[in-house]
Nanobody, 124 residues
């Protein structure tokens, strides 16, 4: 059983930066995909980015390419999301998710474990 805990959300002005972290407990293998999803009010939960710990595969949704970076942090079983050049449309609840296995997906139902979410608010 994998348990996830996000941190780092907050309020920032447009153009600013935030760094989110997700710490996973209960991971027994590097064959895990870690993902960040986000959900704005009235919208569905969409994938932002993912990283597979074993093979290094990454994905970014088009709207965040060049601004967001996902990486495995120096602390074991921790993934970070560096968000730069934030825009008001980035405002959402951000959720960390984990999927056991050798593949990553952009579908939220493919993920086994979820964090509680951390709010990111970007004002202009």
């Amino acid at each position: 059983q994998v348990q996830l805990l996000e941190s780092g959300g907050g309020s920032v002005q447009a153009g600013g930066s935030l760094r989110l972290s997700c710490t996973a407990s209960g991971i027994t293998s590097s064959s895990v995909c870690m993902a960040w999803f986000r959900q704005a009010p009235g919208k569905g939960r969409e994938v932002v980015t993912y990283l597979h710990f074993r093979n290094g595969e990454t994905y970014y949704t088009d709207s965040v390419k060049g601004r967001f970076t996902i990486s495995q942090a120096s602390a074991k079983n921790t993934v970070s999301l560096e968000m730069n050049g934030l825009k008001p449309e980035d405002t959402a609840m951000y959720y960390c998710a984990a999927r056991r296995g050798g593949a990553c997906y952009t579908d939220n139902w493919q993920y086994d474990s979820w964090g509680q979410g951390t709010q990111v608010t970007v004002s202009s």
